[in-house]
T-cell receptor, first 114, second 110 residues
């Protein structure tokens, strides 16, 4: 089945620095990828849709200048949290949608900003 | 986008059949019904997807009435390892977006 690899699985950074999270589709080409954020004991919240070769589409309330998304190839999307602050600490999860319509999720990245 | 409503939690015992319901009164024509399982600190894992009637795979069954305003995930003979949070996000057919509501925390007891 479809496999999505997400890296790193956890990261601790200092307030004010930037962090990059990678999401790779390993055995299929992902025309579209999605980024979610999940706070403790809460559901997943869709942040943005990443389309290969075009700009990402952000959900209402998500700052596009803070959460930079790049989808330069059919197998890789990256999310960069710029100038991170403690309130950005969360569990970030990507999913990839292949041409067939199926979706697979990465294992998530636990971001802690100190 | 349509939202879904599920019971917050459910308890069961090993070996029992578990049915988790999901309400999606405002489901759109192009929306598909999907179910995912999530363990702590992991990404969701796909369980099953359907559009209408009944779908069955090796791990679960999905029942969808004709009006599609609700769905029921059926897990046969659960085990302790099925303790997890279960979500029924709607899949928007055109965009592939999955919109998650609050999931159901299933606790399987010995």
């Amino acid at each position: 089945g479809a496999v999505v690899s997400q890296h790193p699985s956890w990261v601790i950074c200092k307030s004010g620095t930037s962090v990059k999270i990678e999401c790779r589709s390993l055995d299929f080409q992902a025309t579209t990828m999605f980024w979610y954020r999940q706070f403790p004991k809460q559901s997943l919240m869709l942040m943005a849709t990443s389309n290969e070769g075009s700009k990402a589409t952000y959900e209402q309330g998500v700052e596009k200048d803070k959460f930079l998304i790049n989808h330069a190839s059919l197998t890789l999307s990256t999310l960069t949290v710029t100038s991170a602050h403690p309130e950005d600490s969360s569990f970030y999860i990507c999913s990839a949608r292949g041409g067939s319509g199926g979706s697979a999720f990465g294992s998530g990245t636990r971001l802690t900003v100190v | 986008l349509a939202k879904t409503t599920q019971p917050i939690s459910m308890d069961s015992y090993e070996g029992q059949e578990v049915n988790i319901t999901c309400s999606h009164n405002n489901i759109a024509t192009n929306d598909y019904i999907t179910w995912y399982q999530q363990f702590p600190s992991q990404g969701p894992r796909f369980i099953i997807q359907g559009y209408k009637t009944k779908v069955t795979n090796e791990v679960a069954s999905l029942f969808i009435p004709a009006d599609r305003k609700s769905s029921t995930l059926s897990l046969p003979r659960v085990s302790l390892s099925d303790t997890a949070v279960y979500y029924c996000p709607l899949l928007e057919g055109n965009t592939g977006k999955l919109i998650f509501g609050q999931g159901t925390t299933l606790q399987v007891k010995p």
